[in-house]
C-alpha cells in the first residue's frame, strides 16, 4: 500500500504547478432579451431542423427496404 501512496504523491507533485485556466461564467443577465414569438421561432426551427430528416426516414423504412439493388446480398 505504501507503494500506491508514493504514486498518489508523485502525481500531486506534478500536478501541483500545472497552471489550470478558470472559466469565464458570469452572473449577469442577457443584454438582449428575447421575444415569446422569437423563441418560438427558433425552438420550431431547431425540432424542423433536427427531427424532421429523421422523421422522414423512418415515416418511409418500408419504402427503402424494397428498393432495388439496396439491400445487403
Known amino acids: 500500500m505504501s ?3 508514493r504514486s498518489f504523491n508523485l502525481l500531486r507533485g ?7 485556466p478558470k472559466a469565464n461564467i458570469s452572473a ?10 422569437e423563441q ?3 425552438m420550431v426551427t431547431m425540432f424542423a ?3 424532421g430528416p429523421s ?8 419504402k427503402y427496404k424494397k428498393r432495388p439493388g439496396g439491400g445487403a446480398a
Open 14 to 20: 506534478v500536478m501541483k504547478h500545472q497552471i489550470i
Open 55 to 62: 422523421g422522414w426516414v423512418l415515416a418511409n423504412l418500408e
Open 40 to 42: 418560438t421561432f427558433v
Open 3 to 5: 507503494g500506491l501512496n
Open 28 to 37: 449577469k443577465p442577457a443584454k438582449h432579451v428575447l421575444s415569446a414569438a
Open 49 to 51: 431542423t433536427v427531427l
